[in-house]
């Protein structure tokens, strides 16, 4: 039996089409995403599948849509028999993750995403937050020169070595990329709407934190590696509170990739829209091997390797 960790992607990799492929040939999916619909209100699934993209990108939509899609996919491959040894999501995927271990029910996840991604948009007004990647440098050299600047601005992701990004007020985040540009490689400001994973999104974190009161949460089958310590998580109590810090805190995903290849793991396997964490995952471990299954042709790849020597 092969050992395989499964990763779920964040905000950033929605677009327009997403899922339609599996949705049109499983039964299976179409449920799924029919009931995520009811439980929203509104037909998330005609958003993700014609647009207009400008609706689907905003955050209250991105999350619960790349949510769907990640769980439809983690869905088929148990229907198959096929379970991680332990699991991680970058920032929003986190939730994909947890429901791929137990922890939360699918529909519950997709409700609670979208009011995350409301609170998240609500947090800081919309044009005065920023995020910036900084390539080149480590943590240390980073935290160094965001010392030196006026404002809010904290490091919010360790992606892999030599690319972090940090986030806050943009004045700050843009003070920052100046100080950094000469001894970074280069600084690159992200398109996205608010200063995540920053200070800024405490407001936020505060009135998730009812939601998730809310909400039922399970102690995990599988280990969930956490975003704020990089370590594994069963425990239900630990998880509603690491959710909460994860708004404010760094994605520590580089560290998670370094626990997974300590754990022994034969592959690295990315569910969902985009590619993103397949490639950190070759920066961080060259020589592990990684899957990315987003439509039902890498899915029957994966199933394949999978299943070699089975029989």
Known sequence: MKKVAFVFPGQGSQKVGMGKEMYDSSAQVRKLFDEADE??????TSLMFEGPEEELTKTENAQPALLLVSVA????????????????????????????????????A???????????????PSGKGAMSAVLGLSVEEIQEELEHVDGV????????????????D?????????????????????NVSGPF??????????????????????????PVYANVTAAPVT??????????????????????????VNEGVDAVVEIGEGKVLSGLVRKVARRMKTF???????????????REGEK
């Open 39 to 44: 439980t929203l209100g509104y037909s998330l």
């Open 197 to 222: 994973h920053s200070d800024l999104m405490k407001p936020a974190a505060d009135d998730f934190e009812d939601h998730l009161h809310k909400a039922t949460v399970r102690d995990a089958e599988i």
């Open 73 to 108: 996919i983690d869905q088929l491959l148990k229907e198959e028999g096929i379970s991680p040894a332990m699991t991680a999501g970058h920032s929003l995927g986190e939730y994909s993750a947890l429901v791929s271990s137990g922890s939360l029910g699918s529909l519950e």
């Open 292 to 306: 990315q299954i987003n439509n039902e042709e890498s899915l029957e790849t994966f199933i394949n390797w999978y």
């Open 110 to 124: 997709v409700r609670l995403v979208h009011n995350r991604g409301k609170l998240m948009e609500e947090a800081y």
């Open 170 to 190: 943009k004045p700050a985040v843009q003070s920052a990329g100046e100080r950094l540009q000469d001894k970074a490689k280069r600084v690159m400001p992200l």
């Open 153 to 168: 601005v904290n490091v919010a992701n360790i992606n892999c070595p030599g690319q972090i990004v940090i986030s806050g």
């Open 235 to 260: 425990e239900k109590e630990e998880i509603s509170r690491l959710l909460v810090e994860q708004l404010y805190s760094p994605v520590r995903f580089q560290e998670t990739i370094e626990a997974f």
